[in-house]
């Protein structure tokens, strides 16, 4: 018996949904990283459920490279996150605004 | 000698471009020594070119110099023209050209060196431009010097540019004759569209071998040269400009707007007899500018009392005279009366500067008087000129204005064309001047050199007559005045024997315009005794006017019985405010709506709103950016739901 592409659709929207939220609400630049993190993976279980329904291995090679430019982006993210807590002894996205009008 | 034609006009570029190079910043000796001398090497080379051209019985001379524009069609080579016309042109620019030069050292020579410097640049550089407009093998050559005069005209009126009528005499000058050169170069385009060349020999030849062909388009390109040659020659409407050109220096005003410079319309017209002779009306038209010019400036000058005020006046209408000739046909006589007027009126009006220099400057004829005994060169040769212009024989200006009445009785009375009525109508009116041109010319006369002197006494100590450089000029012009007509005599006048070798030169190349029935001998020695005693009472009537004891009472009277005629001619007939309030300030008014209307509320107002509007779209837009990351999130997934949903639905 197989799983059903339903589920693995439903449950990559859920992970989607979960790692959206987290974005939005936590202030922290770390939460948000995990969440960006958890919203990547969701897309790539997506692409590997259809990449299986459909029979192609395209949607596997394709995930390899999102997991890649995931690490470079956290490498990125993190790295930034360090020079604002050395500016702002915080990490508080919201605290980030001096920039604006 | 003919291949050396280019040194012609080079040799005088040649020494503008070293005053010019040479920063202006020689001392007066250096700078006579290369003004003077380029123009002297110049009539040197003219002198030794027409030895060798004497010999050639009036053939036409090519030389190609270089190929200047070619593109498709067209092509146009930078060649000089030498055939009987030209040389002519040639002979009388030089010559009084280098007279003038030699003349400006001792007249000049109270100014700095710069400006001494700059004044010789800019004649130098008329001479190379007049002489490549008399050498210009086709129309756009001639049109280069004919702009190349335009623009030392203007230099050379504007010269004392810190005084603020100099500088607006000389953008005047050039304005008004911008309207004139639309003309010529429409007229430029159309003779290119129509023949196919702008060479006068290529023109001539295609007219000569099917007239027909072109008959429709003759009258339109001959109408369009006229009006380039109106406003170069000062003539009715376009004469306003050279009165006010008297604020220049006066040997500039004797060479370029006396003698050279403004008769080009006349040799351009003379030039293109090939196409005028076929189109009467054009003909008629040049007639009739011609002669009612020559009126109309005539009786301006009766009231001038500026003395180069007069002279002025009377060079527009001299010119009107030999439109007045071409006009009837008579080329040949139109540029004898431009030989022979270069020598009597450059003579004048070195004279009028000789007379300006012994009296400090002044100018106004009611301030001088009984100039005569101190300064007796100037008198002599001022009297010898003035009697040339008057037409008193045997002075040059008798056989030229002569030749003209005669043509133009000969082509009202054999019916020229079938305007034989107007042609009679003009000749009244080229008489008419003629008494006033003698009557104007001796109260100019009794003014300056006649009776008490009505300046200050320390200006009657004052004066004295000018240097050598200076008299040397007036004696040879005054020459030049009195004998140069001898080389026109006219038919009548030998009792038919025809010695008239003027026209016999031309007649290659501005053949006259035959009327069928001559006037017989007898009728033309009545138009000669006629005309003579014409100016004879013009001089009469001025002599009874301003000079002895009853001097003045009698124009003093005119004036007070009929102020308003008095006040019209005194004034110019107002034609100066008439053009202020009909063109000039319309124009200024468009000009100003253009810029406080258009420009500046339409134009600027548009770039301006727009650019407002832009500035408060983003004033209010950028409340958008409230720095918050999270914000930007919910924009985000915002904006990727709204993606994916219109992609679904």
Redesign the interface.
């Known amino acids: 018996m197989t799983v059903p592409t339903t589920h693995f659709v439903i449950f990559a929207a859920l992970l989607f949904a979960i790692g959206a939220a987290g974005v939005l609400v936590r202030r922290s630049g770390i939460s948000i990283l995990l969440g960006i993190e958890l919203m990547l993976n969701a897309a790539n279980l997506a692409l590997v459920a259809f990449g299986r329904q459909h029979g192609q291995l395209d949607a596997q090679v394709f995930v390899f490279f999102v997991m890649a430019v995931a690490a470079a982006e956290v490498a990125v993210g993190l790295a930034l996150l360090v020079a604002i807590f050395r500016k702002q002894r915080s990490i508080d996205v919201d605290r980030l605004n001096v920039m604006r009008w | 000698m003919l291949d050396l034609l280019w040194l012609v006009p080079a040799l005088p570029l040649a020494g503008a471009l070293v005053l010019l190079g040479g920063g202006l910043r020689f001392g007066k000796r250096t700078t006579t020594a290369v003004g003077v001398g380029s123009v002297g090497l110049a009539l040197a080379a003219v002198a030794a070119i027409l030895v060798q051209y004497a010999g050639m019985h009036g053939e036409t001379v090519a030389r190609h110099v270089f190929n200047w524009i070619s593109a498709g069609d067209v092509t146009v080579d930078f060649a000089l023209r030498l055939d009987p016309l030209s040389a002519v042109m040639l002979s009388f620019v030089t010559l009084v050209g280098f007279v003038i030069h030699v003349y400006s050292i001792g007249y000049m020579h109270t100014e700095g060196d710069r400006a001494y410097a700059r004044f010789f640049a800019y004649l130098n550089l008329f001479m190379f431009a007049m002489l490549t407009l008399v050498l210009g093998a086709n129309l756009v050559v001639m049109f280069i010097g004919w702009e190349g005069v335009g623009l030392c005209s203007y230099l050379l009126i504007g010269f004392y540019f810190d005084k603020e009528y100099c500088a607006a005499a000389g953008i005047k000058a050039f304005v008004v004759n911008r309207i004139g050169d639309f003309g010529f170069l429409l007229a430029i385009f159309w003779a290119f569209k129509v023949f196919g060349t702008v060479d006068f020999s290529g023109m001539a030849a295609a007219l000569a071998a099917d007239p027909a062909r072109y008959a429709a388009a003759v009258t339109p390109i001959a109408l369009l040269l006229f009006v380039g040659a109106v406003g170069k020659s000062a003539q009715l409407p376009l004469y306003v400009w050279l009165p006010d050109a008297m604020a220049g220096p006066t040997p500039v005003s004797a060479l370029i707007h006396a003698a050279t410079m403004v008769t080009a319309g006349v040799y351009m017209v003379v030039r293109c007899n090939f196409i005028y002779r076929l189109s009467p009306t054009a003909l008629l038209v040049v007639a009739a500018v011609g002669g009612v010019t020559a009126l109309f400036a005539a009786t301006i000058g009766l009231a001038q009392n500026d003395i180069k005020k007069v002279l002025a006046y009377s060079t527009v209408s001299q010119l009107g005279y030999m439109f007045l000739a071409a006009g009837a046909g008579a080329f040949a006589g139109g540029i004898f009366h431009v030989f022979t007027h270069a020598f009597f009126k450059a003579c004048l009006f070195l004279g009028a500067g000789s007379v300006i220099h012994a009296c400090s400057g002044e100018q106004d004829m009611r301030k001088m008087g009984g100039l005569a005994r101190k300064i007796p060169v100037t008198y002599w040769t001022f009297m010898v000129a003035t009697l040339a212009l008057c037409g008193i024989p045997p002075f040059a200006g008798f056989f030229s204005k002569d030749e003209i009445l005669g043509r133009v009785f000969a082509a009202g009375a054999g019916n020229l064309n079938g305007f034989g009525a107007s042609y009679l109508v003009l000749w009244v009116l080229g008489l008419a001047a003629a008494f006033l041109t003698a009557f104007y010319m001796f109260r100019a006369v009794y003014m300056t050199f006649h009776g008490e002197f009505r300046g200050t006494p320390e200006q009657w100590h004052h004066v004295h007559e000018s240097p050598g450089s200076m008299t040397w000029p007036l004696k040879i012009l005054a020459v030049g005045s009195a004998v140069v007509g001898l080389l026109g005599v006219g038919r009548a006048i030998t009792f038919g024997t025809d010695l008239n070798w003027f026209e016999g030169f031309l007649h290659r190349v501005a053949p006259t315009v035959e009327v069928e029935h001559a006037p017989s001998l007898g009728t033309e020695w009545v138009l000669i005794l006629l005309s003579v005693a014409v100016a004879v009472a013009g001089i009469l009537l001025a002599r009874r006017f301003y000079f002895g004891a009853e001097a003045f009472v009698a124009p003093r009277r005119i004036a007070e019985r009929a102020p308003v005629l008095y006040a019209a001619v005194a004034n110019k007939y107002y034609v100066d405010e008439a053009y202020d309030r009909a063109i000039v300030r319309p124009l200024g008014k468009l000009a100003h709506f253009s810029w406080k209307g258009i420009d500046t509320i339409a134009i600027d107002g548009t770039l301006n709103a727009s650019a407002f509007f832009t500035e408060i779209a983003g004033d209010l837009l950028?409340?958008l950016?409230?720095?918050?990351?999270?914000n930007y999130?919910?924009f985000v997934?915002g904006g990727a739901l709204a993606a994916a949903a219109w992609l679904l639905l």
Request: net charge positive; aromatic share 10%; no cysteine.
């Open positions: 950028r409340f950016q409230t720095g918050n990351v999270r999130a919910l997934l």
